[in-house]
């Protein structure tokens, strides 16, 4: 790990595994580009799924795009805020470090990053959303049958997470995070496209509270697997309108 990376695990980074930046991945990295491969995406869920019982494939995919997305946006965002680096998380380029369960546990980079070519909004974040994100969430998708919207929403959450926790950084200016909400903040990208990533969290103040809670903008579809239920920022429209099939289901059972 270089010397420019190596200074941004502190504070809320603290907890991290830096990246291994290394010309030479190693024979426990996979390539990242071998999470397009329908076959392998098959296996990886297969693997993935035991610890869940085997249930509902969309939300075991889900389950593993978020840890993988946490990993992604954490470094990606860490360099390109607080650095201005660009790292090579391209599918192409990037390999990973996964745990038994098939589980994204490191990043390995050919080098540390290069200068940002561009600081605009639309721009600065190029590499994260058309080199990894896109290409990844489609071949989710195709191999689940889950909305590709599921696993934009989770690649937002942790991107507007990251985005909010880097302010606590002591290399943090006063505006660190505020790209990335501007990026946010665009229904369309410049070259006319839906914005996956528009506003994919609120903050929302519930009755009889003055502490706005945080609510995802869609839900992450884990409460299909029984035994999980919702996660702690599931859209409220999602748990009545879930109720409320269940209920129905229940009645129809018993009719």
Known sequence: MTHALSTLYIGPLEGLTP???????????????????????????????????????????????????????????????????????????????????GQTAGLVLPHAGRPLAELEPESRFATLLDAHLTPLVEALAA???????????????????FAGALADHPMAGPDVGDPARALMERRTLPDGRRNPLFRPVRYVTP????????????????????????????????RRGATAARGTGMAKASA
Request: charged residues 20%.
């Open 143 to 161: 191999a689940t049958g889950a909305s590709p919207k599921v696993f934009w929403s989770n690649a937002g959450n942790y991107f507007e997470h």
């Open 207 to 238: 009755a009889k509270s003055d502490q706005p809670a945080r609510v995802r903008r869609l839900c992450c579809i884990r409460y299909l697997i029984d035994e999980l239920g919702y996660c702690a920022n599931c859209p409220l429209e999602c």
């Open 19 to 101: 990246p291994r930046v290394a010309p030479t991945p190693g024979p426990d990295a996979l390539p990242a580009s071998t999470l397009l491969e329908p076959t392998y995406l098959t296996e990886l869920f297969e693997r993935f799924g035991r610890k869940y019982g085997h249930g509902d494939r969309r939300a075991v995919a889900s389950l593993w795009s978020k840890w993988h997305f946490s990993a992604l946006a954490a470094h990606g965002l860490a360099a390109n805020l607080l650095l201005e680096r660009d790292l090579p998380l391209g599918l192409h380029e990037l390999h990973l470090v996964q745990s038994d369960e």
